[in-house]
């Protein structure tokens, strides 16, 4: 890279921020103030939400009232579609806050008797800007715009005239756009913007549908070129901003208790370094859950908020299940420390339960989240690799400082590290939870396979379920566990 | 109003029609000057005075191109008699015109 000026003297392109949560992350900052930037994309990605929540945060959050020059809906049309995500442009219509102008462009060839040229939809977009003293400027879309204009000469220097026009009257504006086959756009129209062209898309693969976002060109900023995800629910677009996986987060020194006093023993006597991240894998029945479940149990009991991610059983079900050991976690609930959100894992692409996690995580803040189990997400299809989501997951996590358990179902007979490959190089601390039967009786174990930075014990103990909770029970001479877990690099543990 | 109206279309072609004609304008720029004139002599002679020019300049009233969705100028609108029609640019293309706005020469 070439010797660049220090960050402190380097001026800043001026951004204005979008609202849209994760966008204002990714772009650094937001769109281009005072310029042009094109959103295009397929029918149906979103383009002309990303533009209406850009004016309505503008208008609400930010002060700036905007004007929308709609070139596909009526102003009825698009106040009904917008209402169910809480926009209500009619209230800021009237607060003068928003304007919004229908422009119908007659697609039946009108008639050219000579030349002309386009100040009329000039004139209209002046007097709604100078009307409500608009800052910023949504044209949705071009498409119909252009589909009406017959003269591709007269289309193509007015529509430069027009971007002109936006910039010397320093608003900052989007232009929507559809998507091309072998160009970005069907017009092309990324050559005229020169600033900022960002690209969602929207596909389904194998019935799970799938949004993306992607920062084509922002010149003057240095932005990720990945693809984000990202989703659209009630509340509008929330984009994930994947962290720079840059391995910079701080290691935390204090501890949280596992809730169960035995297992902290085996952990120096304090459990989990806080900010980490277990994971504690095992045959059917195992405990898992369990485990999750005592965690979040001595979590809240201090006062911690908890984030309960399941994704196969429901809420009610883990509940009756942990007071069949003695955990009374519905208290927690009901004072608002614990929340539960449950999905089924096939009920979205992996970008759209990352998307959901994030948004849920930022919302509220909690400082324990717990995934259970991530066996569906590690084996649900889908084109994004499972290994960099939980990658970006865990980073995640981290950065905020939140201390993350997620349990893994793993398959009798099966070394238990295939299963959790992809997963476990990311965790500090790995619990592995097995069934066995030496001389006939069954029984339960544990292990601690590893805990990064401290003296674990890497003595076996039986784990003993029962009304009264979990408990560890003896040291284990002869477990079953050590002697076929191959941790990669790893000596294996002494009997 | 719309059951006279289709009354009048199916009729209007044997009838002498009396037109009203508006046409949209940004200042008066050439363009627009040319419209004008070539509106004006138009009219005189295929209307025979059975017309009326009103002639809006949007730099004035900008709040009127709403109405009448314009968005290129010059735009000519027949806002009578019904159904309305509109046509685009200077009006130098005089057949143009004629088949755009469906004038029915006045004889």
């Known amino acids: 890279m070439p010797r660049a000026k220090p960050k402190s003297v380097r001026p800043s392109l001026a951004k204005t921020p979008t609202g849209i949560q994760g966008l204002d992350e990714v772009t650094g900052g937001g769109l281009p103030k005072g310029r042009v930037s094109l959103v295009c994309g397929n029918a149906g990605c979103g383009k002309s939400l990303l533009a209406m929540q850009f004016l309505v945060d503008g208008a609400v959050r930010y002060g700036e009232p905007g004007v929308c020059l709609n070139f596909e809906e009526t102003e009825a049309k698009l106040t009904a579609n917008v209402a169910s995500l809480g926009f209500d442009l009619r209230e800021l219509s009237k607060r003068r806050k928003l304007s919004i102008d229908y422009v119908l462009v007659d697609r039946n060839q009108i008639s050219e008797t000579g030349e002309y040229n386009l100040d009329g939809l000039f004139i209209r977009l002046a007097h709604a800007v100078k009307t409500i003293k608009a800052k910023r400027v949504v044209l949705d879309s071009v498409q119909a715009l252009l589909a009406g204009v017959a003269d591709s000469a007269i289309l193509r220097s007015e529509l430069q005239r027009l971007f002109r026009w936006l910039e010397d009257h320093k608003l900052t504006a989007i232009v929507t756009a559809e998507a091309g086959i072998h160009t970005l756009t069907r017009f092309g129209l990324e050559e005229y913007i020169a600033d900022c062209v960002i690209a969602l898309d929207h596909r389904v693969t194998e019935q799970i549908s799938t949004r993306r976002l992607r920062i084509v060109k922002y010149r003057g900023t240095f932005h990720g070129t990945d693809e984000y995800p990202f989703l659209i629910d009630e509340e509008g677009i929330s984009v994930v901003p994947i962290t720079s996986l840059a391995l910079a987060h701080k290691a935390l020194t204090n501890r949280v208790s596992t809730g169960i006093p035995t297992l902290d023993e085996m952990m120096e006597g304090k459990g989990y370094f806080r900010g980490s991240s277990v994971l504690v894998t095992g045959t059917a029945g195992t405990g898992k859950s369990s485990m999750a479940a005592n965690f979040t149990n001595a979590a809240c009991a201090r006062g911690e908020l908890c984030l309960y991610f399941t994704f196969e059983e429901s809420p009610s079900q883990i509940l009756r299940n942990m007071r069949s050991v003695g955990l009374g976690l519905e208290r927690w609930v009901k004072n608002r420390l614990l929340h539960f959100n449950a999905m089924r894992p096939t009920s979205t692409g992996l970008e759209g339960h990352l998307a959901a996690i994030h948004k849920l995580i930022a919302k509220l803040q909690p400082s324990i989240v717990v995934i259970d189990p991530i066996t569906n997400l590690v084996s649900s299809t889908g084109t994004y690799d499972v290994k960099s989501m939980l990658v970006r997951l865990v980073d995640f996590l981290k950065v905020k400082q939140i201390t993350s358990m997620f349990t893994n179902l793993t398959f009798a007979g099966d070394p238990q590290e295939r299963t959790a490959a992809a997963v476990s190089s990311l965790m500090d601390t790995w619990i592995v939870l097995r069934d066995s039967k030496p001389n006939g009786r069954p029984r339960r174990e544990l292990y601690v396979l590893k805990s990064r930075g401290m003296a674990h014990s890497r003595e076996a103990r039986e784990l003993i379920v029962s009304k009264n909770g979990l408990e560890l029970g003896i040291v284990l001479k002869d477990h079953t566990l050590g002697s076929t877990v191959e941790v990669p690099g790893a000596v294996a543990a002494a009997k | ?107």
């Open chain 2, 1 to 107: 109003m719309k059951k006279s109206s289709a009354k009048k279309r199916q009729s209007g072609t044997s009838r002498s029609n009396f037109y009203i004609l508006r046409l949209y304008i940004a200042g008066q720029t050439p363009n627009s000057v040319t419209a004008i004139a070539n509106l004006k002599k138009l009219c005189e002679d295929k209307l025979q005075g059975k017309y009326r020019i009103e002639v809006v300049d949007l730099l004035e009233k900008p709040q009127l191109a709403k109405g009448d969705q314009i968005i290129a100028i010059p735009t000519l609108v027949r806002r009578l008699p019904p159904p309305v029609k509109k046509i685009i640019g200077n009006l130098s293309r005089t057949e143009s015109v004629i088949v755009g706005l469906d004038l029915q020469p006045v004889r």
